[in-house]
């Protein structure tokens, strides 16, 4: 049985958030339908769907929850090693709604339920209602028999942190300092919170992201721990790309930064594309009441820094672009014990994120 814990904190109670990079028990997923959102009646997002959860089952299992409108069509698409399980959902991005596990050093799991309010709630959300994503981490735990801590009073995004392991954290203050996320809380309160829920003693924090008006710039698509000590970027040198500036500020932020342990990040530079991604078909995507229209022509992110880590393996996003090969490459030298797969997902792209975005790791305690 799954319960929620009350009146103590994860690190309190000596669990801490393992990083991306340390042993998986599987991904999670969810499976993407919405019309007002996908290209093409999310059919294309599905096949593209489908391939990343291939290539990661390659590595380990993955669980991904259709709704019951999609359950059929989930399950017969989807690779019979792959579960499929039934879960009311708003939208796709469990990274985001989805639990953050926490481990401590007796082999037990627990996790985070944040409060998910789709990016920003009333004040710059994506769509409203948002009360199916808001219980799909506690469904989660239920399924797996996880106990887990909701913040019933703190909003917060797994795509907007990435940590060490080791007590360090990074984030993007356009993200967590936004109005649309907990503006009662001032920036010594929100780290508090995040050192407690998470097992913390150093927070960085980087200015900018790369998009600011889908998710505030959540730092997935700009920065993630390789491993304790180092830190991947996104990077470019052409002046006239849409990310320039704030890539350069990052990379600058990040080498002149410290982790909990006082030792110097060592940052690995990762290339951009070498084009702009931008929205195709627009015209096939409904136009509904309280969700943000999606423009033909619009800018996508297309970050290759959008990755996830898995057991031996990092499946990196392509998009037909000229850098694709040079990110494989730059990547697998990060990540040299591990195979790096490639897949296309610029159909990801167009509805708001990546493969880091469509998946949530559940880490293995030891």
């Not at 391939?51 to 409108?69: G, H, K």
């Not at 627990?110 to 009360?131: E, K, Q, S, T």
């Amino acid at each position: 049985m799954a319960k929620r814990i009350e009146g103590t904190t994860p690190k309190q109670d000596g669990f801490r958030m393992p990083g991306e990079f340390e042993e998986q028990t599987q991904i999670w997923m969810l499976w993407p339908e919405r019309p007002d959102n996908w290209r093409n009646g999310a059919k294309p997002a599905q096949k593209t769907f489908k391939n990343v959860a291939t290539a990661i089952s390659e590595f380990e299992p993955v669980t991904v929850c259709a709704t019951p409108a999609q359950y059929q069509n989930a399950r017969a698409q989807l690779p019979e090693n792959i579960r499929v399980i039934e879960m009311a959902s708003d939208d796709s991005w469990v990274r985001d709604c989805g639990p953050t596990f926490v481990i401590n050093d007796k082999g037990e799991i627990r996790a985070n339920d944040w409060v998910f309010n789709a990016w920003g709630g009333l004040v710059d959300g994506l769509y409203f209602p948002w009360v199916n994503d808001d219980q799909v981490a506690q469904k989660i735990c239920e399924i797996e028999g996880v106990d887990s801590y909701r913040t019933e009073d703190f909003v917060l995004e797994g795509g907007s942190i990435t940590v060490d392991g080791e007590g360090t954290l990074i984030t993007t203050e356009m993200y967590l300092l936004s109005e649309g996320r907990n503006p009662g809380m001032t920036k010594e309160e929100i780290e508090e919170k995040l050192k407690q829920h998470l097992n913390l003693e150093k927070i960085i924090w980087v200015k900018d992201g790369i998009d600011p008006y889908e998710t505030n710039g959540h730092i997935d698509d700009v920065a993630c721990f390789v491993r304790p000590g180092e830190v991947a970027c996104i990077y470019t040198d052409d002046e006239n790309h849409p990310f320039y500036k704030e890539a350069k500020a990052a990379y600058e932020t990040l080498c002149n930064a410290t982790d909990a342990k006082g030792r110097k990040l060592k940052v690995h530079k990762l290339c951009l594309t070498k084009e702009p991604c931008y929205l195709k078909g627009a015209d096939t995507i409904d136009f509904v009441q309280g969700t943000l229209p999606r423009e033909e022509g619009e800018i996508s992110i297309a970050s290759y820094m959008n990755f996830l880590i898995v057991n031996g393996g990092i499946i990196l996003p392509q998009y037909g672009d000229e850098n694709d090969a040079l990110a494989i490459e730059q990547v697998q030298a990060m990540f040299p014990e591990r195979k790096v797969v490639g897949v296309r997902t610029e159909e990801v792209a167009y509805g708001g994120g990546n493969i880091h975005c469509i998946t949530q790791q559940q880490p293995k305690a030891k």
